[in-house]
């Protein structure tokens, strides 16, 4: 690319030479009218979720490339889908730019987020283009799942196992040290590497959907409750808890943390990471104790049971081993966009 094109402004091509650009990120054959056609199989649910990101809060070009923005707004909408047993079928982008911002920008920015969408074999339907005093990027997601198949945050059951995919904390710790590269020295290349991406390039968890239908396949499927981690797994637990006016109790030595973090930081900051940190985009699902241990068979390492669900409404946090005191989860120490 020379060095006048890759210097262009969004200014200089207008909106209608910035939208026919963009056009080439999307499906021809859908995009170009009014609105678009989506094809549905019969006798499921359509599900819809809408995220927005303002850069200086959700990104910034400190921590994150055009192309990692695209992926992680992408990601981030595909694990809502996730988080309530959908499949993808596209989504549509609102986006708000300054003027100044340059129109290469804005390509990679969508190539970042179309290379998410084609891992999960979905696109880019349609949006809007708008001038705004700071970038904005507004995502709505379609997907579809069968009505008895449809994760809820409100189907939680006393003696319900609580099954967390991946691991936690990642994400945010490879956010500290993309703010903060002098930290974490104690750190190989590798595993420096592997915490930054997990902010970067986080994966939703569509994969485990399949399993979850083999395992949970009858003629009267049970209910799930779940969500995804996105705010923080203290807080996944604690809403579903709420939602199905239930309680909790985690067991501490359970939770999935990375490798590395054993020889960077000590427990106490390791667990704030892992219950506070966010945006790691995991599964907390609540099944039945047997469903549960199958789920986990099929995952191998890559899931673990890490509590239950009790009567009453508080969630605790158990150390079986006695070394520290029980501990009450609450949603005031997570991130809160209005919190003082």
């Known amino acids: 690319m020379n060095s006048e094109l890759s ?19 999307c499906p021809p054959e859908i995009i170009g009218d009014d609105a678009a056609v989506l094809v549905t199989v019969p006798e499921q649910s359509l599900v819809v979720t809408t995220d927005v ?15 990692d923005a695209g992926w ?7 694990s809502d889908l996730a988080a309530m047993g959908a499949s993808p079928l596209g989504i549509t982008v609102g986006l708000g730019l300054p003027g100044e911002v340059r129109v290469s920008w804005v390509e990679r920015l969508y190539q970042g987020m179309t290379e998410c969408l084609q891992k999960y074999n979905t696109s880019i339907v349609g949006g809007d283009v708008v001038r705004s005093p700071v970038t904005t990027l507004a995502i709505t997601a379609f997907g579809q799942v069968s009505p008895h198949r449809i994760i809820r945050r409100s189907a939680a059951v006393i003696g319900d ?9 990642a994400s945010h710790a490879g956010l500290e040290l ?14 420096r590497m592997a915490l930054t991406r997990a902010h970067q390039r986080p994966q939703p968890r569509l994969d485990v959907l399949p399993i979850l239908c083999k395992i949970l396949a009858s003629p009267s499927p049970m209910p799930i409750a779940g969500m995804d981690s996105s ?19 985690l067991e501490r030595r359970q939770i999935s943390m990375p490798a590395a973090f054993d020889h960077w930081l000590t427990e106490e900051q390791a667990l704030a990471y892992a219950l506070y940190g966010g945006e790691d985009f995991e599964l907390v699902l609540c099944l039945p104790q047997e469903s549960a241990l199958a789920l986990v068979q099929h995952l191998g390492q890559d899931a673990a049971i890490v509590g239950n669900i009790t009567p009453g409404s508080t969630v605790l946090l158990h150390d079986e081993q006695k070394k520290f005191p029980d501990q009450v989860l609450s949603l005031s120490q997570g991130f809160q966009h209005f919190g003082q």
């Open 7 to 25: 210097s262009q402004q969004v200014k200089d091509i207008g909106e209608q030479g910035l939208l026919e650009r963009l056009q080439r990120f």
């Open 53 to 67: 990101l303002i850069d200086g809060v959700h990104f910034s070009n400190l921590t994150t490339s055009p192309e």
């Open 231 to 249: 705010d923080g797994l203290a807080d996944a637990i604690i809403q579903i808890c709420r939602a199905s006016g239930v309680g909790a109790v």
């Open 161 to 169: 196992a609580i099954v967390v995919t991946g691991v936690h904390g």
């Open 178 to 191: 993309l703010l903060h590269p002098q930290l974490g020295q104690s750190l190989k290349d590798v595993e």
């Open 72 to 78: 992680r707004a992408a990601a981030a909408n595909l």
